[in-house]
């Protein structure tokens, strides 16, 4: 089955410098890549996916970029503001018709200090 | 995007016990999905919750343990059955409106004593 291996596991940036997240997935039939952010005792919130047709995907201060011949995918997001500070997990799956498993990474802490 | 409720929010019960979860979209979706999350944990699949069908259960995960309903597309239960303490965790269910993008519920936090 699919494994997806995010790093680093916890990240602390200053308010306003870029953040970088990364994954790798195992499996090469995967083809589509979500982003969740995830805030203390909230739900898993989507916001960002990329599918295995294009190569970078941008959404105002996040973007995420997918290298299919690594197998690996990023995410990066500009200018953090301190609302940025929560879980995020990248996760892999292959679409078939009518929906998708989702294979979650181990999660990334980030926090943007003041 | 869909928009998913789950009841209830929390409960804590004794072990031994069963618990029935559920979960409601706000408009039909194919495929519906139950995970787990321990706490401070990343997300793993339980099952899938197939309409007119039973559910497809992940390596780890057994229907007597974790029966699953899905009765139509916007709706579906997942029971914990036969508690220990080894079950507290948050179970989350989700559902997409389309093959793709995939919205999560509020989640269940589970206490077992």
């Known amino acids: 089955g699919e494994n997806v291996e995010q790093h680093p596991s916890t990240l602390s940036v200053q308010e306003g410098d870029s953040a970088v997240i990364k994954c790798t997935y195992s499996?090469?039939?995967?083809?589509?890549f979500p982003w969740y952010k995830q805030e203390l005792g909230k739900r898993p919130q989507l916001i960002i996916d990329?599918?295995?047709?294009?190569g970078e995907k941008k959404d105002q201060r996040i973007a995420v970029t997918l290298n299919k011949t690594a197998k690996h995918f990023s995410l990066h997001i500009t200018e953090t503001q301190p609302e940025d500070s929560a879980v995020y997990f990248c996760?892999?799956?292959?679409?078939?018709?009518?929906?998708?498993?989702?294979?979650f990474g181990t999660g990334t802490q980030l926090k943007v200090e003041l | 995007s869909a928009v998913i409720s789950q009841k209830p929010s929390r409960d804590i019960c004794q072990r031994g016990t069963s618990l029935t979860i559920q979960c409601q979209v706000d408009?039909?979706?194919?495929?519906m999905f139950w995970y787990r999350q321990q706490p401070g944990q990343s997300l793993t699949l339980i099952a899938t919750?197939?309409?007119?069908?039973?559910?497809?259960?992940e390596s780890g995960f057994v229907i007597d343990k974790f029966p699953i309903s899905r009765p139509n597309l916007t709706f579906s239960t997942l029971t914990v059955s036969n508690m220990s303490p080894e079950d507290s965790s948050i179970y989350l269910c989700?559902?997409?409106?389309?093959?793709?993008?995939?919205?999560f519920g509020p989640g269940t936090r589970l206490t077992v004593t």
């Open positions: 996760a892999a799956s292959w679409v078939t018709g009518g929906g998708n498993k989702l294979t």
């Open positions: 499996d090469s039939a995967s083809n589509y």
């Open positions: 990329i599918r295995s047709n294009v």
């Open positions: 408009s039909q979706v194919t495929m």
């Open positions: 919750a197939n309409q007119g069908s039973e559910a497809t259960y």
């Open positions: 989700s559902g997409g409106g389309g093959d793709y993008e995939q919205y």
